[in-house]
């Protein structure tokens, strides 16, 4: 009698521990991120379906555009954006709050037309006066943008300035723009710019009155596939990732 217990029991241990040692099947994620986090979350996707064996579905888009596609519904998997964006969205609940990850930031950079004499913009009035001088300039719709806006106030020049400012839809490349010649001066993500073509790329806003933006990832709460999410953003965040996120110009956060 005992053995056969012990037999029954064998069996059941033997079944359970195949049972709970198969891996989890694969899973098809749907991620969508903003342009200033592509060449970063290319890279890290690619390493993370590689080594988990999941799919990976990458849609791109400016951070306005990718609000207002969460807030009207549109389902994803991982939403990347900024940090503020995401809190937005999870208090709207549309995200898991407890799920979003803080990986990375990024700083505003400066760029002309080829064929323009750069000015010197390593400091607050050099900026301030190849502001005044220029005779158009971009900014984007998106994080840069927002904290430009407040920045030209700061340099006491937004009136004398405003009627030159071009800011395209969200999601443009202000590169693009200074390339076609239809600005002169441009700024956006040091990730949008570094590495453009046919423009004179200056470098980052003075330290003195520079912006980070944030990017951040998260859950979205309508995701089927709930844990290979949490995995794919923790493997954005993880320690590893760190030399993708400076290649492309960002710095990766703890």
């Not at 994620?29 to 592509?38: C, E, F, G, H, T």
């Not at 799919?55 to 969460?70: C, F, P």
């Not at 549109?74 to 803080?102: H, I, N, Q, W």
């Not at 330290?207 to 844990?227: D, L, M, R």
Request: net charge neutral; charged share 20%.
């Amino acid at each position: 009698m005992l053995d056969r217990v012990g037999r029954q029991c064998a069996v059941f241990l033997v079944t359970a521990l195949t049972i709970w040692s198969v891996p989890l099947s694969a899973a098809e994620l749907k991620v969508v991120a903003p342009n200033a986090v592509k060449d970063t979350v290319a890279e890290l996707s690619a390493r993370f379906e590689k080594e988990a064996k999941h799919t990976l579905v990458l849609s791109w888009a400016g951070s306005e555009a990718i609000s207002k596609r969460v807030s009207d519904g549109e389902l994803f998997d991982v939403v990347v954006s900024t940090s503020p964006s995401l809190d937005r969205l999870a208090k709207d609940g549309r995200l898991f709050t407890a799920s979003k990850r803080d990986f990375s930031r990024s700083a505003i950079a400066v760029a002309v037309k080829l064929g323009v004499a750069p000015p010197d913009v390593s400091t607050a009035e050099g900026l301030r006066q190849a502001l005044l001088k220029a005779e158009s300039i971009g900014i984007s719709s998106g994080a840069s943008g927002r904290y430009l806006e407040h920045l030209f106030q700061k340099l006491g020049v937004a009136d004398q300035i405003k009627h030159k400012i071009k800011q395209p839809p969200s999601g443009a490349q202000i590169g693009d723009l200074i390339a076609r010649g239809d600005i002169e001066l441009g700024f956006q993500q040091v990730t949008e710019l570094v590495h453009a073509k046919g423009i004179q790329y200056l470098g980052p806003l003075p330290a003195e009155v520079q912006g980070y933006t944030i990017w951040s990832a998260a859950v979205h709460t309508g995701s089927k596939e709930p844990e290979a999410a949490r995995a794919f953003i923790k493997a954005l965040s993880a320690p590893e990732a760190a030399i993708a996120i400076r290649s492309s110009g960002m710095e990766p956060l703890p």
